[in-house]
């Protein structure tokens, strides 16, 4: 079965740098999330989509930004590294009536 | 407002012994709860949810979870752990958007 894809899994930037993470979701599917998860820490959500409008937006810095394409794909945007910033970045997609999400592998972000 | 408190960071248990994963939740309407494992440098694998219906859920892996409204539960349980379930596991609602609990870390020593 279709997994989502997260591209690309490790990252490696400099401080006030610019990175772009993307996400592939699994097909059909209506809504896609995106959390960061920092060491030992649980995820926390940053933002969804659905149906290619942003649905809810939770702790996103304003240096962050996403959208979600006419294909489905989206892309989460992170300007003005900093440090603090280093965290695994996942993705998640579902149908909003069913409430389940299925995870990517998530990109692996280091900020030096 | 939604939240998830899992009572346990580390639970080591001995293999083929069985192991409970509390999680409880507090939420103002009806919830989704989700069970998700997390192995070392993987991303976040769905165990188990609870949408509705029978309270007692079954997943993958041979883990199971009951759903306790009264108690605002929902404890994970395997009768016989294996080397291999050693991993994080993350008790979640959703409300739109998931609320995670702190995870738990499970040892499962030989």
């Known amino acids: 079965a279709a997994g989502v894809i997260q591209s690309p899994r490790h990252l490696i930037k400099e401080k006030r740098e610019t990175a772009t993470l993307k996400c592939y979701p699994i097909?059909?599917?209506?809504?896609v999330y995106w959390y960061q998860q920092g060491p030992g820490q649980d995820p926390q959500f940053l933002i969804s989509?659905?149906?290619?409008?942003?649905?809810d937006k939770g702790s996103i810095p304003d240096r962050f930004s996403a959208q979600q394409f006419s294909d489905y794909h989206s892309e989460l945007n992170m300007s003005s590294l900093e440090l603090g910033d280093s965290a695994l970045y996942f993705c998640?997609?579902?149908?909003?009536?069913?409430?389940?999400?299925?995870f990517g592998p998530g990109t692996r972000l280091t900020v030096t | 407002a939604q939240s998830v408190t899992q009572l346990d960071s580390q639970v080591p248990v001995f293999e083929e012994a069985p192991v409970e994963l509390r999680c409880n939740y507090s939420?103002?309407?009806?919830?989704?709860l989700f069970w998700y494992v997390q192995y070392p440098n993987q991303g976040l694998q769905l165990l188990l949810k609870?949408?509705?219906?029978?309270?007692l859920v079954k997943g993958i892996n041979g883990f199971e979870a009951e759903f306790n409204k009264s108690q605002t539960s929902f404890h994970l349980r395997k009768p016989s752990v294996h080397i291999s379930d050693t991993a994080e596991y993350f008790c979640?609602?959703?409300?739109?958007?998931?609320?995670f609990g702190q995870g738990t870390t499970l040892q499962v020593k030989p």
């Open positions: 998640a997609s579902g149908r909003a009536l069913l409430g389940e999400q299925y």
């Open positions: 097909p059909r599917h209506d809504t």
């Open positions: 989509f659905y149906e290619k409008m942003q649905s």
């Open positions: 939420s103002s309407v009806s919830v989704y």
């Open positions: 609870y949408l509705s219906g029978s309270t």
């Open positions: 979640a609602v959703a409300y739109g958007k998931l609320i």
